[in-house]
């Protein structure tokens, strides 16, 4: 199970599984092409999204953030956070 994760350098990446690991920290940047992320049942104490202009679907169901910011998600359309400690 991945414990971290470096995707610099993929632009035309669409999809992205990560459901399922043992992820604390998460940053995704510049992926103009991402348009569904999957973070679902994972250990994520912090996730930092950041120019992702494409992305609609975000899931991140049973981690333990507390906070999150969705500022830059221009196209989110569904958002799934169920299970979170968040304030």
């Given amino acids: 199970r991945l414990k971290s994760i470096d995707l610099a350098h993929l632009p035309q990446l669409v999809t992205l599984l990560l459901n399922q690991n043992r992820l604390e920290h998460c ?47 221009p196209s989110l359309e569904r958002l799934e956070v169920e299970y979170n400690p968040l304030t």
């Avoid at 981690?63 to 969705?70: A, E, S, T, V």
């Fill in 27 to 73: 940053s995704l940047r510049h992926l103009p092409s991402l348009s569904a992320l999957n973070l679902n049942l994972n250990r994520l104490e912090s996730l930092h999204l950041e120019d992702l202009p494409s992305l609609k679907t975000l899931e991140i169901k049973r981690n333990r953030l507390k906070k999150l910011d969705l500022y830059g998600l």
